[in-house]
């Protein structure tokens, strides 16, 4: 997108400039409890074996997603395929701006803007679709495709026709990337849109027409034994296991595939992880680890107090990427909030966002 960009002096402070318009606003805390043990989750094959278990961990924080960041190089085109062909609603848009980087790992100056996609419950009700446009550094590479690579590889959104859905999203551009069924669901259809970004599809009549439902996001994992004391101690709870002796409905056309599933959720909202362990052929490789990586590349959990949890958990010996700071959202109507970041075992971005339970319907 080509647009002029005003340069702004390099950002020499924690706290960035309140003249900054439209800006993010950073504040870094430095908790008392910054110097307490750390220990590092580290995956067989990744670096070794996880060494010392989390014993001594926190009431999980976690209560709900609040969004999954989609990143491309064009937030309209993006947000006009999640409105028009997914039967979901843009509610607010933080517009292209100048900000400081390091919030989401980048040196220096970043620009970049964001667009909230829900389905039509609202804000109060599901979690979004964070579409992050990326202006500077460009997006790079591109969206996951190969379902054993370890990291975020597709969310799963519910629709009330999907003969007609899928029909709009070849309309659209899309392409069926493979399909087949699952123990726990009917038919099940894995859907590139035009940027690469994989959607596996499902049919719910029970949902109203013209509407559509966020149903999962499927990560795969190196290891199930590793990553399950990771996502219950932020707060997942366990919804069922499964065994895959197929992978033909997520594009793995190997004969003798299985994987190992557990299905997880956070106690206020139904949305799921998918976590996915290949045993044949194995999980291989890492999550990327660049904030501008085409596709699927973080999510947000809600939590009551950023700042008590992140002092809590540093304390019990989890590694955060970054100490909490506050944002501001210019462009929209959501509070200042604060915000920390942690890695999955695998290196898959969860943010800790401070929302409280009012703010969401029961």
């Known amino acids: 997108m080509a647009v002029p960009i005003p340069r702004l002096a390099p950002v020499t402070s924690a706290t960035l400039p309140s003249n900054r318009f439209p800006s993010i606003r950073s504040c870094i805390m430095s908790p008392s409890s910054a110097t307490g043990r750390r220990q590092s989750w580290q ?12 014993t001594n961990a926190p009431e999980p924080p976690a209560r709900r997603f609040l969004h999954m960041c989609y990143c491309c190089d064009d937030t309209d085109e993006a947000v006009d395929f999640l409105v028009n062909v997914l039967d979901m609603r843009e509610v607010m848009r933080n517009p292209l701006h100048p900000s400081d980087g390091s919030l989401l790992g980048i040196e220096g100056e970043i620009v970049s803007g964001a667009a909230f996609v829900y389905d039509k419950r609202g804000p109060r009700t599901s979690p979004s679709v964070e579409v992050q446009e990326w202006v500077s550094p460009t997006v790079i590479g591109t969206p996951m495709r ?3 690579h370890v990291g975020m590889q597709s969310l799963g959104v519910a629709v009330p026709d999907l003969a007609d859905t899928l029909n709009r999203m070849n309309a659209a551009g899309c392409t069926v990337v493979a399909e087949g069924r699952t123990d726990w669901t009917d038919r099940w259809v894995t859907v590139a849109d035009p940027t690469g970004t994989l959607f596996d599809m499902f049919e719910d009549a029970s ?3 013209g509407e559509s439902r966020m149903r999962h996001l499927r990560i795969t994992i190196t290891d199930l034994e590793t990553s399950l004391p990771w996502y219950r101690g932020i707060g997942f709870e366990e919804v069922a296991r499964h065994e895959w002796t197929t992978g033909a409905h997520v594009g793995v056309d ?7 599933i557990v299905r997880m959720r956070l106690p206020d909202e139904p949305c799921e992880v998918v976590l996915t362990q290949w045993n044949n052929p194995r999980s291989h490789g890492r999550h990327p680890e660049h904030a501008n990586q085409a596709g699927l590349f973080r999510t947000a959990v809600g939590v009551d107090d950023t700042v008590r949890s992140y002092e809590e958990f540093l304390a019990a010996g989890w590694t955060f990427e970054r100490e909490p700071r506050q944002v501001e959202l210019s462009g929209t109507k959501v509070p200042d909030m604060w915000i920390c970041f942690l890695n999955d075992p695998d290196g898959v971005p969860f943010e800790f966002v401070q929302r409280p339970r009012s703010a969401f319907r029961p």
């Open 43 to 54: 995956v067989n094959g990744v670096g070794g074996v996880l060494s010392i278990p989390v």
């Open 146 to 148: 190969d379902a054993t």
């Open 207 to 209: 949902i109203p027409a």
């Open 254 to 260: 190997q004969a003798d595939a299985s994987a190992s």
